[in-house]
């Protein structure tokens, strides 16, 4: 076994050399560091991005909690050490450690990255390049070293293909209670002689775990995925996700880790609800985490006093897919201002619908701190925000924003969507209309309420990309070129400079596409753009499109056509084999009513869609009361 | 109600920076609970203020800060409140009540005690006798040194910052114990001074060097006293 990093001579040597050295050190209050002679099972939890990017993120600390709170089970942090780190880590021979024990990744029973972003593929081969771990399960196999398990989850895992090659597990759904049952499970088998398969069989027999080395794939000779089936007996040929079935009894981190830096998202994170009834037809999420599952606003009080005491954020964040839609939110929102004027605490909601988005509520929540309003009309036009199953109007819209700047709030942001299916350049043209004729109400407002104050509004306008398990994953994206010029007709439209457009690399939407809708064949892509230094794709500044293109061809295969080839119905998936819940008739029939612009209501007010999930999965809605509170 | 203290910053917290060492405090005073006062406007700050910015990578032994309540508290009582909230790696080690008038922390802080250990990537330095080499280092009209300042590169003279140097050899280690100008009225900073001594001395390049402060002075009636009872 391969010893712990000397803490003190890196600290000494090593780090005064890197930028932000904090990234590095652990040692953060709440943090939890076992003496590993006393416990049986220890995992490491990567996620593929600098430190700030995933402490920012809520299922990292809520496994932290549930792994850590087991006595024999411990549960490391570990993320990617930015470049000017993974260069004095190779020129000192270091190897990646985790932050609790300076123990290198190397010596775990497992490690678990979290798969957040397809265009953070690269750095999980950066930090297994780092932990000096072969990239390819079949080398761990066959090497007379023992190395860690590989297992990834979260939303990417959905379409887990691209990384077959390197992982030896998947953890599709939520993970609260299968990795417990998982981790359960190999302390048993570890009791007895461990045998490596013998174990990866016996946990497929769990929900939502998919072992990729027991499916054959087989293709057509025109490129198409042609079935993945499985190799062995007892192997299910449909994986289903694991569900928590009853959210507000779901283990929640009364004691997150706080960290010394300012990282992304800084603040007490409660998550409110998991899932959405609103079908917008473009969303992955509203997909993957149906059905709705809302916890009690005892629950969430409790949980947040808690939060507050442990953590002295000054900031409290509802989070979920629509906060709004809580149906107890504005007595939960009382009630917390109760308890957080005292100690200066502001409360934030993250996502606003502007359909159920009261000024009042916005009043309330700015009472301690004023931040900024974000509105999503997601397109330009009507027709198009029914294509997309959207439900709000320009008039939603009108309302809700001549509330705002009545109110005093002087910069709104508006989040759009290009490169949608079925877009028309009126589609364009209507995201900068719409945006105009927002800011020309907020000037009009102002001067009626005679506030001298310089209005503007923010238009972020991202690039659709296609995901899998939504009613669009048959869509073809938009090429490079078709989203640029979308890109600078909204540009040269925009002629005031209190509009500021913001826009996304349309290779970075590319590549996501690509991977997104990928298939097993991919793993290569990845290993060839590894090896010409590819790593932190999702950062502007590191994005090497051509080292990808580079990548692409090594492999002999092509990004267009995965980003951009529509699929057929009857063509085989790579992700078919995973069940998310919801049918696959019923994602299709919503394709096919997005092609005539028809609104597919929400099933909590009109009744079941029949998407499957609460049928299939023996489930239901989770709602705290009949109808949602008024806000 | 205005209170002064006294902390260090230890080993653990070294790489803390002096901006998230600001976060550190605001989050351990609501988590102790203590009726701290805020200041007034869209964005309230909890009343509380460094005597100076500490390097990232710098342990200290005496940091001062003065903060305000808006309530009576026995100080000792506050001391404890904290020393449970703050995380480890943070002591306050001494609070007291503070006349109403008090001058700011920055204001008052004038001296700074360091000390300063380095390393060796080679040895060859046994026939150094480091006291002279402090004389003679000392002993110049002024050690100009030149560095970098938000992209504009800057000559700045040490030496009528620097009130007293020695050096010892311990084991492997040099160590270097300085007392520089600390303050809104003329600051010298130990990283500078010990490259400038390390780049006259004739040995090689340090493995590494570790900073610590270890005590800072403020002036009362022209005396110099410990910052923490001025």
């Known amino acids: 076994m391969l010893s712990k990093i000397d803490k003190e001579w890196l600290e000494e040597v090593v780090l005064p050399q890197v930028e932000k050295p904090i990234r590095y050190v652990g040692g953060e209050l709440n943090s939890i560091v076992k003496d590993h002679d006393k416990v049986s099972v220890k ?3 990567a996620f593929p991005d600098v430190y700030e990017v995933g402490m920012s993120h809520l299922g990292t600390q809520i496994l932290y909690h549930i792994l850590n709170d087991r006595e024999s089970f411990c549960m490391e942090r570990v993320f990617c050490p930015w470049i000017d780190m993974q260069e004095k880590m190779k020129e000192y021979h270091v190897l990646l450690y985790t932050l609790e024990t300076f123990t290198p990744v190397r010596n775990f029973d497992f490690l678990g990255f979290t798969l957040q972003y397809e265009m953070s593929y690269s750095n999980i081969l950066s930090m297994l390049a780092m932990a000096d771990i072969p990239f390819l399960r079949e080398q761990r196999i066959e090497s007379t070293t023992a190395y860690p398990l590989l297992i990834g989850g979260g939303p990417c895992a959905y379409n887990p293909e691209p990384l077959a090659d390197f992982f030896d597990i998947f953890l599709i759904g939520d993970a609260e ?6 981790l359960d499970l190999y302390e048993q088998h570890k009791r007895g002689d461990f045998q490596r398969s013998a174990f990866l069989l016996e946990a497929t027999s769990l929900p939502g775990i998919y072992v990729p080395e027991f499916y054959q794939v087989q293709y057509n000779q025109d490129g198409k995925l042609q079935s993945m089936t499985p190799l062995y007996e007892g192997v299910p040929a449909n994986v289903r996700k694991s569900l928590v079935k009853d959210l507000d009894k779901a283990p929640f981190p009364q004691k997150p880790v706080v960290p010394f830096m300012d990282i992304i998202h800084d603040r007490i994170m409660l998550e409110v609800l998991r899932g959405c009834t609103h079908g917008c037809r473009f969303c992955q999420a509203g997909t993957l985490y149906r059905p709705v599952r809302e916890r009690s606003k005892e629950t969430l009080l409790a949980q947040a006093t808690a939060l507050m005491e442990t953590t002295g954020h000054e900031d409290i964040s509802l989070t979920s897919l629509s906060t709004a839609d809580h149906t107890q939110l504005s007595s939960l929102v009382d009630d917390l201002l109760g308890m957080c004027q005292a100690q200066q605490v502001s409360i934030s909601l993250p996502s606003l619908r ?3 988005f009261s000024m009042g509520m916005a009043k309330k929540i700015s009472s301690v701190r004023k931040t900024g309003l974000t509105f999503a009309p997601e397109a330009g ?3 198009m925000r029914d294509v997309i199953n959207k439900g709000v109007t320009e008039e939603n819209l009108m309302s809700v924003a001549e509330d705002a700047f009545q109110a005093g709030w002087e910069r709104i942001k508006l989040y759009y969507m290009i490169g949608l299916p079925f877009e028309e350049q009126e589609d364009i043209d209507g995201i900068v209309r719409l945006s105009n004729k927002v800011l020309y109400l907020g000037k009009r407002v102002a001067k009626e309420i005679g506030s001298h104050r310089r209005i503007s509004v923010t238009v972020s306008a ?3 990309v296609p995901k899998p398990f939504t009613p669009f994953q048959w869509w073809g994206q938009n090429s490079i070129e078709e989203l640029r010029k979308k890109q600078f007709s909204m540009k040269d439209r925009i002629r005031t400079g209190n509009i500021v457009l913001h826009y996304h690399d349309a290779r970075v939407s590319h590549l996501e596409a690509a991977f997104a809708r990928g298939d097993r064949r991919l793993s290569r892509v990845l290993i060839h753009a590894h090896h010409k230094g590819c790593r932190f794709d999702g950062w502007d500044e590191l994005f090497q499109f051509d080292l990808w293109q580079e990548a692409f061809e090594a492999a ?19 992700w078919d084999f995973i069940d998310s819940g919801v ?6 029939a919503e394709y096919v009513n997005a092609q005539k612009a028809m609104l597919t209501p929400d099933c909590r007010d009109e009744g079941c869609t029949q998407c499957g999930v609460c049928m299939d999965m023996h489930c239901s809605m989770q709602l705290q009361e009949v109808h949602r509170d008024e806000v | 109600m205005k209170y002064r203290m006294e902390f260090s910053k230890k080993k653990e917290v070294a790489f803390v920076s002096h901006l998230e060492l600001m976060k550190v405090f605001s989050q351990a005073i609501r988590r102790a609970k203590l009726p701290i006062a805020w200041t007034e406007g869209f964005n309230p700050r909890p009343k509380i203020n460094f005597s100076s910015a500490i390097a990232t990578g710098m342990t200290s032994l005496a940091e001062c800060a003065d903060m305000e309540l808006n309530q009576f508290l026995e100080p000792d009582v506050i001391q404890q409140k904290l020393n449970d909230a703050l995380p480890q790696g943070f002591e306050v080690h001494a609070i007291r009540f503070l006349e109403e008038k008090s001058k700011s922390l920055m204001a008052l802080m004038a001296y700074a005690d360091y000390h300063v250990e380095i390393k060796w990537l080679h040895r060859g330095e046994e026939q150094i006798d480091w006291s002279k080499m402090v004389e ?5 009209p002024e050690i100009l040194i030149q560095y970098e300042s938000k992209g504009k590169k800057k000559t700045k003279d040490l030496r009528p910052g620097i009130v007293h140097m020695e050096a010892q050899k311990a084991d492997e280690k040099l160590v270097l114990r300085m007392q520089l100008i600390s303050g809104s009225t003329g600051n010298v900073r130990p990283e500078h001074v010990t490259e400038a001594f390390l780049s006259y001395v004739p040995c090689s390049a340090a493995l590494s060097t570790r900073y610590e402060k270890t005590m800072t002075y403020g002036l009362k009636q022209q005396e110099k006293v410990r910052l923490f009872e001025v």
Do not use: M, V
Not at chain 1, 177 to 182: D, Q, V
Not at chain 1, 583 to 588: C, I, T
């Open chain 1, 556 to 574: 002999g295969l092509s990004s267009a056509w995965y980003a951009q080839r529509e699929f057929d119905y009857s063509d085989c998936l790579p």
């Open chain 1, 381 to 383: 036009t009507q027709r």
């Open chain 1, 43 to 45: 995992l490491a939890f």
């Open chain 1, 177 to 182: 209670e299968t990795l417990l049952a998982l």
């Open chain 1, 462 to 464: 991202s690039n659709f």
């Open chain 1, 583 to 588: 049918r696959k008739e019923f994602l299709y």
């Open chain 1, 354 to 356: 502007i359909d159920t």
């Open chain 2, 136 to 140: 003679h280092f000392l002993a110049g």
